[in-house]
């Protein structure tokens, strides 16, 4: 399985500016993902992370809220744009199509908290 | 439209019996089921898949057991052990939209010494 995993772990930001999410892969990947889990809540898809290209959203979800990049096969960014207490929530990386499998693998999350 | 659905959010059971996980999903179209394990403070980790060309796929203490027809799986933990306490996600895919997962809201397992 690939090894992934993200920076920072946790952060606490204050309302209106922006953080970004790093997310390494140990191998070379396909397919790369980001996810958001709220307080309570299961795990939504924000996006997929294209290699070279510009993401794909999911409806509900905004390049200029979340963009999002990934310059090669083993990297990916996130950045959460002016934000407010309601984005306050676990972002999660994924990885898949690495190692001749299709199975999906995530990282350890980053833990947001918005003031 | 929540398209994967577990209904029970907690589960709780003995050492040694066995745990069943049960998830519903409307989607026909889904191909590919997952079963992750999430701790707290920790990213979901991959227990066992299923195609839908199977109808049971086993991995040691997991079965996964697929019912097309129902649209309905279910995760079999045999025997229970009290480090299996965790947050069960069924999650569901489309092979051919490139692997976007679809989550269940989450089962909490709780096996007791």
């Known amino acids: 399985s690939a090894v992934i995993s993200q920076k920072p772990s946790r952060d606490i930001c204050q309302r209106g500016t922006s953080l970004t999410i790093q997310c390494q892969v140990d191998?070379?990947?396909?397919?790369m993902f980001w996810y958001r889990q709220q307080p309570g809540q299961s795990l939504t898809l924000i996006a997929t992370?294209?290699?070279?290209?510009?993401?794909?959203?999911e409806s509900g979800f905004v390049i200029d809220k979340f963009p999002i990049s990934r310059p090669n096969l083993t990297f990916s960014t996130l950045t959460v744009s002016n934000m407010s207490p309601e984005d306050s929530s676990i972002y999660l990386c994924?990885?898949?199509?690495?190692?001749?499998?299709?199975?999906?693998?995530f990282g350890p999350g980053t833990r947001l908290t918005v003031l | 439209d929540q398209q994967v659905k577990q209904n029970s959010p907690s589960l709780s059971v003995q050492e040694g019996r066995i745990s069943i996980l049960n998830c519903d999903y409307t989607?026909?179209?889904?191909?590919?089921f997952l079963w992750y394990k999430k701790y707290p403070a920790e990213g979901p980790t991959f227990l066992i898949s299923?195609?839908?060309?199977?109808d049971k796929n086993e991995d040691g203490r997991f079965t996964v057991f697929l019912n097309k027809s129902a649209k309905h799986l279910s995760l079999h933990i045999v025997p229970s052990q009290p480090g299996d306490s965790a947050v069960y996600f069924c999650?569901?895919?489309?092979?051919?939209?490139?692997?976007?997962?679809?989550f269940g809201e989450g089962t909490q397992l709780t096996v007791n010494p």
């Open positions: 994924s990885a898949a199509g690495g190692r001749g499998t299709d199975t999906q693998y």
């Open positions: 992370a294209n290699q070279g290209s510009e993401a794909t959203y």
């Open positions: 999650a569901a895919s489309r092979r051919t939209s490139g692997s976007r997962l679809t």
């Open positions: 299923i195609s839908s060309i199977k």
């Open positions: 191998s070379q990947v396909t397919m």
């Open positions: 989607n026909s179209m889904f191909d590919y």
